[in-house]
């Protein structure tokens, strides 16, 4: 194996034994071997449910290279809560570790039985993470007459192995995957498997999870009733909208007080079926925090009290590609936000017409650095699951155009005749590249800022120094500005009566820098444009001898353009680059 794997799993598995009430039992056992000295800490995770479940046993060992196995003790297993709120403390997970700094073929064994009454009759199974996997398998055992069937996902199809009512997927020698720079998320290239198990009779009331329109019906079950709006609900939803006329008025004003409510992280689909209940609006508007369904579900509370209907829409928010439409579940999402309906009068980039629930604003209230009218990156153009009951239907999130996402910077320089760099900058973000600039703003103070400009132009420039760095703007307009001037002490290559000057290395952050090789995984590219401008006037009795050629790429992934100029004793460029994904 290459030097940077350090384990190999030699042996992972889950068997899940359900019964026709709907408790199951889940059985996972792995063996990992140590092949690399690392830092790196080894651990056996299993996250649970403490209202519908329970971990009824975890064991370890460990087996050295020469000796007998060694069995794990208590103290190398700890149980905790997934947030931080111990007001959300029904998630939890329970972890063992055997510690760092294991020599080379120690190999650590660990098995976990889980035990959980659901109404949730679906499972979904990653056959490996980025460690090289031998054997990898799962399993289920159902209920004579009952119906099991598997999705395999970024594999091609595999049939189970068929016995005495368990069913039995397996993998083998599956490599080493290693993260790439612009690469899709690791969950999102790997082997998955989803399992949908559909009762022969539904005496225990389980959900039969069979198409997108089912997990809609079940969610909406769920979701709707918290999202009705108390007394206390309509009362704020009346004090933001006073005054206000136009339809678009009112939404922007509820989404901004949405976006103010304090975020507690809970992971949305932990416990098979009580993690998709939001807590009541009346509640979350009370404590002024929740997570991510809790918001969206006072904003459509608030909505609804203005007379304005929403549906809450399911969404992964961290890779637009990871959710596929040919395994309806709520497993596949991670997030919450909302798709609001609104009139031919409200008109924001990020509507879409649907054919039977109408024209949908579509809305994140969780991204305080998103403003209404656009969307976070990762969500743009990913599949996304509308719960309006039986009529609930996946579709396409809006992916806007590069236009809306662009940044247009221009760099104004002064050279002396040492090669010192004195530079000024005035940038504009728009779109999400103005909500980054705004969470920068948000998130660090202005030393860290001045210091990150001056880790990231010391790359290109070399050493500098930066004197004054402020980005502004209003992130309700989606708009953000720069200022920035910094100083280069060596920006030439001085020779006696020349000079080499590299101007593009000015233009801020326009690239994608690749390592040599053969890469693995797919380039993901978002949507945006950068256009710089740089401007260097050069010191007294120099004249520009000799320039580049202009430059002009066009691919079905983008186009990038480039040209030079002599402006009598100063020197332009301008590039813009353009992505398409």
Not at 255 to 282: D, E, I, W
Request: hydrophobic share 40%.
């Amino acid at each position: 194996y290459p030097p940077k794997v350090f384990a190999v799993v030699l042996l992972h598995e889950e068997s899940v034994a359900l019964e026709p009430d709907g408790r199951r039992t889940m059985r996972e056992r792995g063996v990992i071997k140590i092949v690399q000295k690392s830092t790196e800490m080894l651990r056996a995770y299993r996250s649970y449910d403490t209202k519908s479940g329970k971990i009824r046993d975890f064991r370890g060992w460990l087996l050295p290279v020469s000796g007998a196995a060694k069995p794990l003790g208590k103290d190398a297993v700890a149980d905790i809560a997934l947030s931080g709120d111990n007001t959300y403390d029904e998630g939890r997970a329970r972890v063992m570790s055997p510690g760092t700094g294991l020599p080379p073929g120690t190999v650590f064994a660990y098995e976990v039985t889980e035990e959980e009454k659901s109404v949730f009759t679906q499972d979904m199974y990653d056959f490996q993470d980025s460690m090289p996997a031998l054997v990898s398998r799962f399993s289920v055992t159902a209920p004579p007459g009952w119906d099991v069937r598997g999705a395999m996902l970024n594999h091609a199809p595999l049939d189970p192995v068929a016995s005495n009512g368990t069913y039995t997927w397996e993998l083998r020698d599956l490599p080493w995957v290693e993260k790439e720079r612009y690469s899709p998320a690791i969950r999102s290239v790997v082997p998955r498997l989803g399992v949908t198990i559909l009762p022969a009779e539904n005496k225990a009331g389980l959900r039969s999870l069979k198409d997108w329109q089912a997990v809609s019906a079940w969610i909406a079950e769920l979701a709707d009733p918290p999202a009705e709006p108390s007394a206390e609900v309509r009362a704020k939803s009346a004090e933001l909208t006073r005054g206000l006329a136009t339809e678009a008025e009112k939404i922007r004003a509820l989404a901004k007080f949405a976006q103010q409510v304090n975020y507690v992280s809970v992971q949305l689909n932990l416990t098979r079926g009580g993690g998709y209940t939001p807590h009541r609006a009346g509640e979350v508007l009370a404590h002024n925090y929740g997570d991510c369904k809790d918001k969206s579900t006072l904003l459509r509370a608030l909505l609804q009290a203005a007379g304005i209907p929403s549906y809450l829409t399911l969404v992964d928010a961290e890779d637009r590609y990871y959710v596929r439409p040919e395994y309806p579940s709520p497993s596949q999402f991670d997030h919450a936000i909302v798709a609001i309906r609104v009139s031919p009068e409200t008109e924001v980039p990020t509507v879409l017409a649907h054919p039977r629930l109408g024209r949908l604003l579509i809305f994140d209230p969780t991204d305080s650095d998103t403003p209404l009218g656009d969307l976070p990156q990762a969500e743009q153009g990913s599949h996304a699951l509308v719960i309006a009951g039986a009529q609930g239907e996946l579709v396409d999130l809006p992916l806007l155009p590069a236009a809306a996402n662009r940044i247009e910077s221009s760099a104004q320089a002064r050279m002396d005749g040492a090669g010192r760099l004195a530079v000024h900058v005035d940038r504009q973000y728009f779109g999400q590249a103005a909500a980054r600039a705004h969470a920068r703003v948000v998130h660090q103070t202005n030393d860290e800022l001045k210091k990150g400009y001056e880790r990231t132009l010391g790359e290109r420039v070399g050493s500098i120094a930066v004197e004054q760095a402020q980005i502004s703007g209003a992130i309700a307009e989606g708009r953000m500005r720069l200022s920035l001037d910094y100083a280069a002490e060596h920006f030439s290559q001085t020779m006696p009566g020349m000079m080499i000057v590299k101007p593009g290395a000015l233009a801020l952050g326009a690239e994608y820098f690749f390592k040599p090789g053969e890469r693995k995984l797919p380039v993901k590219l978002d949507d945006d444009i950068y256009q710089d401008a740089v401007r260097i006037k050069l010191p007294p009795g120099l004249s520009i001898d000799e320039m580049p050629d202009a430059v002009r790429l066009e691919s079905r992934y983008g186009a990038y353009r480039a040209s030079w100029k002599a402006d009598g004793a100063d020197l332009d460029r301008k590039s813009t680059r353009l992505n398409s994904s």
